[in-house]
């Protein structure tokens, strides 16, 4: 029985290493798709058809669909081995409510649905659960609500329930056949299989919000009639015991695709915000115009992109392909005032190069930025240890990038590190 249970449970972190080593690998080359086709769409030399403009605006949201599926994918893997985590905290329902209505407002919107948030008396303003989790869920069950709702709207209603506290998200959309209301719940599991052509979607959101209510210590019920509409209740406690809670969270939410954050169906990771519309340019790209970034990276299509992104933006790109080459770069160019580091690196990794930077002349100050593809628990807390200043999830989200770089090159820039 024990030697049962053992391969069981290393059968399942195999999995789980398989599914981080994919994620990985699918996320490397999506990153410079998303980045280069979202740099086409901007249309810079101003070259482009509005019908050429469209097609790199297809690319690209067709790359940020891609992304959310293996995310979700990574996401449901990791929960169902066990290495997901919930980190207890105080969470002010006022703030969370604000930033789901803030999110799924625009969505509910551009239907002409109306979307209303109503908390009973009896609610306390702060309970303590896992703020990004609690939202996750919400923001899948309004992201549905929206979703298979035409007319009428979408209320999101507060209260207390025999104990526990009861988040009900009732619509006024198509509703669920009785007989199909367990199985919207398993992994790709639509309601109605041609639905997914007139509505999106891959039907992976409810059964991650299902194992996240659990690890909530709450569940989440269903009641629906067709063609009047439904409501979905995530229950939950208002104190998710803080013991129950391991580590931290997974991953920085600093990530992801330029189109993710603003509209469409809830993105579901925890690894990331809504998408919506590609954002222009930033006031971040001002602040940096003429910083120089070193870039260490062994996967030259990454690199490619991310310096034609950053070249575009008024940076100077100095770029090294592994560990060695970047510390050497470093010591010839004082100048460098930011250094992007990929994590996975053949001979010096990420983490190691950092160590070594952080040796040299001035190496303490200087702001090194992580791009990881894999972000698995303890990943990121592997490389702070190791000196990282930052730790960012790809595909990388140029305006975000620019934004946190920013944070860290303060102009005016004073030249911080002497030259060996
Ligand atoms: N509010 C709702 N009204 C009607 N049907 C719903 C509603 N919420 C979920 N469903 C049904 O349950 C199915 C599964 O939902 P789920 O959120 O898991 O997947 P999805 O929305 O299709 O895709 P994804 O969330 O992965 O983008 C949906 O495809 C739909 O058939
Ligand atoms: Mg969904």
Excluded: C
Aim: hydrophobic letters at 40%; glycine letters at 10%.
């Amino acid at each position: 029985m024990e030697e049962k249970a053992q391969q069981l449970a290393q059968a399942s972190q195999y999995k789980t290493e398989f599914m981080a080593n994919m994620s990985h690998e699918l996320r490397t080359p999506l990153n410079s798709l998303l980045l280069l086709s979202r740099l086409l769409a901007e249309n810079p030399d101003a070259n482009l058809t509005p019908r050429q403009i469209e097609f790199a605006n297809t690319i690209h949201g067709a790359g940020s669909d891609l992304l959310r599926l293996i995310d979700d994918i990574l996401d449901l893997s990791k929960i169902e081995a066990g290495r997901a985590e919930v980190d207890a905290g105080p969470v002010v329902l006022a703030e969370l409510l604000g930033d789901l209505e803030q999110a799924l407002g625009p969505q509910a919107e551009e239907k002409g649905l109306t979307l209303a948030v109503e908390i009973s008396a009896d609610v306390p303003s702060t309970i303590t659960s896992d703020m990004q989790r609690l939202q996750q869920v919400l923001r899948n069950l309004l992201a549905n609500a929206v979703k298979f709702t035409d007319t009428g709207g979408v209320t999101l209603q507060v209260g207390r329930a025999g104990g526990l506290l009861a988040f009900a998200v009732r619509d006024t959309g198509i509703g669920i056949p009785a007989g199909k209301l367990e199985m919207i719940f398993e992994a790709f599991q639509q309601a109605d299989g041609t639905t997914s052509r007139k509505y999106g979607g891959t039907g992976l959101g409810l059964s991650i919000s299902k194992e996240l209510a659990r690890m909530l210590g709450g569940r989440i019920k269903v009641t629906s009639t067709v063609g009047e509409g439904s409501v979905f209740t995530l229950l939950v406690p208002e104190e998710l015991p803080t013991t129950a809670t391991a580590g931290s969270r997974a991953s920085t939410s600093v990530s992801l695709s330029g189109s993710r954050s603003g509209s469409m169906a809830g993105s579901l990771s925890g690894p990331t915000p809504l998408r919506g519309p590609a954002r222009r340019v930033t006031p971040a790209a001002t602040a940096l115009a003429g910083a120089t970034v070193l870039i260490v990276d062994d996967d030259v299509r990454n690199v490619f992109a991310l310096t034609s992104a950053l070249e575009l933006h008024g940076l100077t790109v100095l770029y090294a392909d592994n560990g060695a080459a970047g510390i050497r770069l470093l010591t010839e160019h004082p100048e460098v005032d930011v250094v992007l580091m990929d994590t996975m690196m053949p001979d010096l990794d990420g983490n190691e190069t950092t160590r070594l930077i952080r040796e040299l002349p001035g190496g303490r100050e200087l702001p090194v930025v992580f791009l990881t593809a894999k972000a698995m628990p303890g990943d990121r807390e592997a490389s702070l240890a190791a000196g990282a200043t930052e730790y960012v999830t790809k595909p990388v989200d140029l305006d975000e990038l620019l934004a946190l770089m920013a944070n860290w090159v303060t102009p005016p820039r004073r030249p911080r590190r002497v030259a060996r």
